[in-house]
Every structure is written in structure tokens, then in C-alpha cells.
């Protein structure tokens, strides 16, 4: 401990007599831990630990686009095997600026293409191999992806990013293959010549490498010096097979593209990290400082930091080396990476997309959103909605800051990055105060990260109500950039306490914004108790899904307003506070904010299910239990066996009841089991049987959606039992997911 006051002292010191900006030492994105440094003097350290040039440029753009296209976009493949066919790739049409348009409507400031995917085929027109869109009837074999996209991103201003991947199954699966053929490491000359196709770019590169990385290093070359100025490389880790032990010389590559591409941050190594999944799901602290045991500017290989904390005291007191590693949140606008279809391929909302913006760029890392193109050589049109939404709520929310013309620190509120004000231990508090009071929802708090690194820890955010001070927002650490969500206030002081931080906090830029929440689309459901409930819809997206509700995380200030006698609620309709009991009642609700009415939803409520039992079936699947098909869970339903069009099953509703119709819930797993054509029956005593009437549903494996049968008089029955006649699709089995009926 004296050791360590004596160290901290002298630097104290040493700042005073020649350092006005009271740094303790030299800043760098990469400081090394010796010995003999004490835990006070590694925090010191870590407070000197800043982004690079090319890694602020980076973080200012904040959200960026990730396309994936190639032969899986046809063959509707995740992972292709590399012995695709060129043919495959059957691009009549390519619209690249559709495809910034929609990007910049988003205010995305970057797009990175996927130019050579697992698999190996190449979207430009390399040198170096022939399988890719030079083998395609894309423009009878001339045509250039690549080249077209930047054209489009010159002409909108976006800025152009790569991902080469390392991996390359064709190269694998080929006689010929260079991946893992053994060869010798020795000296190359990069690029290497043809003669058919000289490079304007005289540069050269000598490494002592083996053919597939030269292959590589050759088209990272190409890539790098044909298609304009690249701002990011992306890598991933990707070693599908270990043919030969491939390995990557990641340090080659790294020169090659220092020198080429100067303004450029790598991905997947030292500049950029991966979050750690790839659903959009954010840490709550994240933190871009991070320790490693080697020096990172020397390493080949960096595995994936998916740890719940990173970077925390704790983790930063066992590393060797304290280097800037901002992270990248990415995940897919659609489910999968490449597009596949436009009906059973689910697209993400608008409300779960800038929910993710908003905890990404919000949580001190970039956004990437993937967007595939499909195979007409477009966004979809869903697509397209979602990003111009999305588009639209940013500009509306952050375009606008209401703190203009306030009270407070000039160099936090002047809009000007360069600028801060710095804290101190006595000082920790920021006071604003604006001319009138505004009303918001969202605050942002910048740190001065260039010059005085990332140091907050903990801070809490208070608004002046009812004449005193109210907490109305708390976190974690800030770094480039944290925002604050919390449920509207209205005032004109707030003030920011930074409770926990590594030395003093440097803080850049300070705004306040104000979201217009959406009321949301509504569900309705009821337990098999009677149990109704109103919510906001979950949104459904099964690939990869993050755990966030996003409606709740940006929405507040939103009532639910119901009836229960088929007329349209209105603002003054009935309050939805708690669940309820009812039966055989038409549901109507929406929901309400101040000024905006979402749309209608309603449910025909049935009996109430949690007498009935089943009388019989004709058979049932391990796992599908006839009474699937009545327990108030559309999740989970009847299977029967495999043996023809004709399956029945029976229930006992408990007691005698005048009913007018029933409806039918097909299951929407997958196609199978939905009854096309089907005949009811009644019983007095659940053994003997009375035709009632048939029934059809017509487009069911289209169309999935619970369907209602009316009959033509209503009858009075105990025990009503459903028979199968027609399957849709010619299935031998059949499937039911819910069975409701309705009182006269």
C-alpha cells in the first residue's frame, strides 16, 4: 500500500510540474502491466487506455449494415459445402442502390458486404480463382457485386466495408484446393502477377507464407486497392474442417491492410470484438477496455469474449496487457443470415431493431444489422419497411436536443466533441438547467474517451420534481456512449452524479431527447381457468432471439382500454389493470397513448376449458397428447398416428351447453396434420353418436390462423366429437392445437 501511494504520488506530482490536462501518463490504445504495478496503478493505467483514430472514427458511425449474398441466397442455405455450382447463383437483377437508399433511410453510415463467404465463391471479379460471379450468368460472367456496391455507397455516402472469409471450403473441397494442401512456408511476392490483368497499385508485400495464404493475401490485395476506400476488414474465426491444419497468418494479413487500406479497423481481432451472440442481445456493462495475457498487437488468434462482465476491476488486475477493443452488437434483420423466403422467414420489427439500437450504440458499442438481399437483387419490401421506421424514430428521438440554450458546463453542451469538462473527486456532480422545462424520455451521456479514456463506473441521473431531487435513471459505465431510458419527466433542472469511476471521469457531451412511444398491437389470451389477459404482442422471431421486450424497453406511457359488448373501445372504455374472468364474451381492446390510438384487437372468448376432459381418440404421438388440443395453449397440441384421412377425438365439456359453433386451431410448427375437410358429431352420453353437420377451412397451410365454423342451428350437447375427413396437403396424420367453443 505505501508503495503504491508513493507511485501514485509521484506521478501526481510529475502531472503538476508538466502536464496542464492532469493526465497521470502518456495515453495509448495498448499499455503493458509489469510486476511490480500495484492494483491502484493498474486503474491508473486503465484510465490511460484510449481508442485509436481509426477505432473513434469507428465508433462514430454507430450503426452499420452487414450484407450476406451469394450461392446460399438460391440454394437457401446458412453454410454452403463449396462444390456449389456458379450457376446456381442466378442473378438477373442487381439494384445496389435500392439497397443504400434503404440503408441511409435507416441512418446507417457504413455497410460491410460479405464478399467471400464460407464456401469460397467470390462476388468480384478476382484473379485468382473461377469460382465465382465470374462463372455465373450474371452479365454473361462480367459482372462485379463489389464494384456496383461502391459506386452505390459513393453516390449515397456511406462508407464501404469487406468480410473475407478466412475460411474457404471450396478451396478444401477442390482436387486442387489450396487450404491445408501442406505446401511449404516460402518467400511470395504479393500480389502475385497476371500478366492479363497488371495492377494500377504498384505496392508489393515479401512474406514467407504457404499457397492458401497467399491465395488471401492476393485477393485481400484486389479487394484493398480496386473498389475504393475500405473502412473495416471483417474477420471471423471460422475453421470449418482443419485440412491440413491450415493456419492464418493474421499478422501478414494485418500489414497488407495497415498499408492499403490506412483508415480501416479490423474486426475480429485487436481493433473490433464480437459481442458474444449473435441475437442483439447487449451487456448491461460493457466495457472497451479489456485485459489479455499477450500483447494484442502480436497476436494471430483472438478468441471470443462472450463473459457475462469484460473488463471489470477484477478481470483488468489479472491481465498483462490493457488494450482498446471496442465491441460490434450484430445480428440479423430476418431469420439466418442469408434470405430465404418471404413468408416463413420472419422479419425483426421496428420496435425490437431500434430497441437494439437504442441498448447497442446506447451501451458503448456499434450496431451491425444484417440485411439480405434476395434473390431478384433487392431488400424485400419488409425490409425496407422496418429501416425506413427504424430511420424515422432516430431522427425523431436523437435529431432534436432539448437541452439547447440550458445552464451547465459550456464544454458538455456545446455539441463539440473536442471539448469536456473535467471532474474532480470534490466536483462530481453536472447541473443543467434549461430555459423552461422540457419533457423527455432519453438522456445521453458522452465521455471524452479520445483523451481521458473510459472511467465511469456507476452514475445516476436526477430530475428536479415537486422541489426536490428525484432519481429517474441509474448505470453502469459510459464510455463513447450511454443512453439513458426512463419514463417521461417533466422539468427544467436535472443533474448527473458519477458515484463510482476510475480516476476522474472526462465528460464530452451531455443531451436530453424525447421518444414518441407507439401504442403497441395487442394479444389476447385466456387461461384454461377462464383467465383473460391483454398485452402487447410478442413479437415472433425464433432464430437466435435476445431475451429483451423490446415494446417494454422503449414504450411507457401507454393505457389498454377493452369492452366486452363487441363495440370499438374508445378512451373511455374500461381500464385493463389485471387479469380477469369471463366467458363467452367478444373481446375488443386497444391501446392508448396521449395523443395515438393503436389498432383494434379482438378474440371471441369460448367456455371456459378447465372441466372438459377427453372421451376418446383414435391415436396420439409420444409427446402430443389429446388433451393438448383443449389445455388453452396454442403451443402445444394433438398429434395423432400415421394411417389415413379418418382421426377423430371427442371431448366432455362437463356440463350441457346451446352451442352455435366451435373453432379450430391448427398447429404451426410445421404444415402437417391441419384438417381440411372434417365432420362433427354429438353425443348425449358419450357413446353413441348423432351427425351433426360438416365443415371446411379452406388455404390452411397458407394461412395457419384459427378458423370458426358456425353451425346452422345451434344445438344443446354434453359431449361433442370432431372427425377428420381431408387433410390438407395429402397428410395422413392430423393436428390440433386448440379447440374452442361458443354459447348461444
Request: hydrophobic share 35%; proline share 4%; aromatic share 12%.
Amino acid at each position: 500500500m505505501k508503495n503504491t501511494f508513493l507511485y501514485i504520488l509521484f506521478l501526481i506530482i510529475l502531472v503538476s510540474c508538466s502536464n496542464p490536462n492532469g493526465l497521470l501518463m502518456q495515453t495509448a490504445s495498448t499499455i503493458e502491466i509489469t510486476e511490480t504495478d500495484s492494483k491502484d496503478s493498474i486503474i491508473v493505467k486503465a484510465a490511460h487506455v484510449v481508442p485509436t483514430s481509426n477505432q473513434y472514427a469507428a465508433l462514430k458511425n454507430e450503426f452499420i449494415a452487414f450484407i450476406h449474398f451469394g450461392p446460399n441466397t438460391f440454394t437457401r442455405m446458412e453454410w454452403g459445402n463449396g462444390m456449389e455450382d456458379p450457376q446456381i447463383f442466378n442473378l438477373q437483377n442487381l439494384d445496389t442502390d435500392q439497397w443504400c437508399q434503404a440503408m441511409k433511410a435507416a441512418s446507417m453510415k457504413m455497410v460491410v458486404i460479405t464478399v467471400k463467404h464460407h464456401d469460397g465463391f467470390c462476388l468480384w471479379q478476382t484473379r485468382y480463382t473461377k469460382h465465382g460471379i465470374m462463372s455465373t450468368p450474371f452479365k454473361k460472367g462480367q459482372g462485379d457485386v463489389l464494384k456496383e456496391l461502391s459506386a452505390s455507397c459513393q453516390k449515397y455516402g456511406l462508407k464501404l466495408g469487406i468480410y473475407l472469409s478466412p475460411a474457404d471450403l471450396y478451396q478444401i473441397e477442390n482436387a486442387e484446393g489450396l487450404y491445408g494442401n501442406l505446401s511449404e512456408k516460402t518467400d511470395r511476392v504479393i500480389p502475385r502477377p497476371i500478366e492479363s490483368r497488371p495492377f494500377e497499385n504498384k505496392a508489393t508485400f515479401k512474406f514467407k507464407v504457404d499457397d492458401y495464404n497467399e491465395y488471401f493475401l492476393n485477393q485481400l490485395f484486389e479487394l484493398l486497392t480496386e473498389y475504393g476506400p475500405i473502412h473495416e476488414v471483417w474477420f471471423d474465426g471460422a475453421h470449418p474442417k482443419r485440412k491440413g491444419d491450415q493456419q492464418y497468418d493474421y499478422l501478414a494479413w494485418k500489414e497488407v491492410i495497415n498499408k492499403l487500406a490506412p483508415e480501416a479497423v479490423i474486426f475480429g481481432k485487436q481493433d473490433i470484438r464480437w459481442c458474444g451472440n449473435e441475437s442483439g442481445k447487449t451487456r448491461d456493462t460493457e466495457w472497451n477496455i479489456i485485459p489479455y495475457q499477450d500483447d494484442p498487437n502480436q497476436m494471430h488468434r483472438f478468441v471470443d469474449l462472450t463473459a457475462e462482465s469484460i473488463g471489470s476491476r477484477k478481470e483488468l488486475y489479472e491481465g498483462k496487457y490493457l488494450h482498446y477493443q471496442m465491441a460490434e452488437t450484430n445480428t440479423s434483420i430476418r431469420e439466418g443470415w442469408f434470405y430465404r423466403d418471404d413468408t416463413d422467414q420472419k422479419v425483426r420489427s421496428t420496435d425490437d431493431v431500434f430497441d437494439i439500437y437504442e441498448r447497442s450504440i446506447g451501451g458503448n458499442s456499434i450496431f451491425l444489422l444484417n440485411i439480405p438481399p434476395n434473390r431478384e437483387g433487392k431488400f424485400s419490401p419488409e425490409d425496407v419497411r422496418v429501416l425506413e421506421e427504424v430511420g424515422k424514430r432516430i431522427q425523431e428521438t436523437y435529431s432534436n436536443d432539448l437541452l439547447l440554450g440550458a445552464q451547465g458546463p459550456a464544454n458538455v453542451l456545446d455539441n463539440n466533441e473536442a471539448s469536456y469538462d473535467l471532474l474532480s473527486d470534490k466536483e462530481n456532480v453536472i447541473t443543467i438547467t434549461t430555459p423552461k422545462p422540457i419533457t423527455t424520455n432519453r438522456f445521453v451521456i458522452q465521455e471524452a474517451i479520445v483523451t481521458y479514456s473510459e472511467r465511469i463506473e456507476l452514475h445516476a441521473l436526477d430530475a428536479w420534481i415537486e422541489n426536490d431531487w428525484k432519481e429517474i435513471a441509474t448505470a453502469t459505465n459510459v464510455g463513447f456512449k450511454r443512453i439513458l431510458r426512463f419514463p417521461e419527466v417533466t422539468t427544467d433542472k436535472f443533474r448527473i452524479r458519477i458515484l463510482k469511476s476510475r480516476l476522474q471521469p472526462a465528460i464530452s457531451k451531455v443531451s436530453a431527447h424525447y421518444y414518441k412511444t407507439r401504442p403497441p398491437q395487442l394479444s389476447i389470451s385466456r387461461d384454461v381457468n377462464g383467465i383473460v389477459s391483454i398485452y402487447p404482442k410478442k413479437h415472433e422471431f425464433g432464430w437466435k432471439p435476445h431475451g429483451e421486450d423490446a415494446t417494454s424497453n422503449i414504450n411507457s406511457g401507454f393505457e389498454i382500454r377493452y369492452t366486452l359488448d363487441g363495440s370499438v373501445p374508445t378512451g373511455e372504455s374500461k381500464l385493463y389493470t389485471e387479469p380477469f374472468l369471463v366467458e363467452s364474451v367478444e373481446i375488443k381492446a386497444i391501446a392508448l397513448t396521449s395523443d395515438e390510438s393503436g389498432s383494434v384487437v379482438s378474440d371471441l372468448i369460448g367456455l371456459i376449458k378447465k372441466d372438459w376432459t377427453l372421451v376418446q381418440s383414435d391415436s396420439e404421438q409420444a409427446k402430443h397428447s389429446p388433451n393438448h388440443a383443449f389445455d388453452a395453449n396454442t403451443s402445444t397440441y394433438w398429434l395423432s398416428g400415421e394411417k389415413g384421412n379418418l382421426h377423430y377425438l371427442a371431448v366432455d365439456l362437463g356440463k350441457e351447453y346451446t352451442l352455435k359453433g366451435f373453432a379450430y386451431t391448427p398447429q404451426t410448427k410445421d404444415s402437417e396434420g391441419m384438417i381440411e375437410k372434417g365432420l362433427t358429431k354429438i353425443s348425449s352420453d358419450g357413446k353413441a353418436w348423432k351427425v351433426l353437420e360438416e365443415f371446411e377451412f379452406g388455404n390452411l397451410i397458407n394461412d395457419p390462423v384459427t378458423r370458426r365454423h358456425y353451425f346452422k342451428n345451434s344445438v344443446k350437447t354434453r359431449y361433442f366429437r370432431i372427425e377428420s375427413k381431408v387433410i390438407a396437403g395429402g397428410s395422413k396424420l392430423v393436428a390440433i392445437a386448440e379447440l374452442d367453443f361458443f354459447e348461444e
